[in-house]
């Protein structure tokens, strides 16, 4: 089984983000901002708050396509035993 994370609107508390993580922001989002700096695979979707990220249809495409890419590479599980 592949473990991927992926965050919606969800806060950074630091500058670390994993290679295999998929972090989506919303323009209009008053609680969670999206960060200045947008390193690694961040996505952010226009016209959008903090609660309409659950149903947007970017949002879905965005994780669907994060989720065939990450099936379609082969990646090893996260915290897989050697």
């Known amino acids: 089984m592949t473990y ?16 295999r993580e998929l972090a989506i922001f919303a323009t209009h989002d008053p609680l969670v901002p ?18 309409n990220l659950l149903q947007h249809p970017a949002v879905l495409h965005a994780v669907a396509r994060f989720l065939r890419m990450t099936v379609a590479s082969g990646a090893p599980e996260v915290g897989a035993a050697a």
């Open 34 to 51: 999206p960060p200045a700096d947008r390193r690694g695979r961040v996505v952010v979707v226009e016209d959008c708050g903090h609660l």
């Open 4 to 19: 991927i994370a992926i965050w919606a609107c969800s806060p950074y508390y630091s500058e670390r983000r994993p290679a």
